[in-house]
């Protein structure tokens, strides 16, 4: 009996989708002075495509006065690392 339990726990544990982290790379900018910067989010599994992550991530750069230009790409957590140096201050910070 205990076997089949955790036969049964097993498949289901395996049968849950893994989430894997997803971030955007963006450039934005701000006017008057212009002023433009390069940054890295983290972004919810539910916005990993383009069109979602300029949604997501709008409103969280107007709320400084920031203006989204474009999502330049999606990717994992294994992105990260190649592009903390370039966002600098805007690492994670949107």
């Known amino acids: ?6 036969l049964i726990l097993g498949l289901t544990l395996a049968s ?3 989430q894997a ?3 955007a790379d963006y450039k934005a900018k701000q ?3 212009l002023r433009l910067h390069y940054g890295v989010a983290e ?6 495509s383009r069109q979602a992550a300029a949604q997501a991530l709008q409103p969280r750069l107007a709320r400084e ?3 989204l230009l474009n999502i330049l790409s999606i990717f ?3 992105g990260l690392a190649e592009r903390k140096a370039s966002a600098g201050q805007y690492f994670l910070r949107y």
Do not use: N, R
């Open 43 to 48: 972004l919810p599994d539910s916005a990993c």
């Open 76 to 78: 994992g957590p294994e």
């Open 31 to 33: 006017d008057d002075p």
């Open 21 to 23: 982290a997803c971030y």
């Open 16 to 18: 849950v989708p893994a």
């Open 1 to 6: 009996m205990m076997k089949q339990l955790l």
């Open 65 to 67: 006065g920031w203006t």
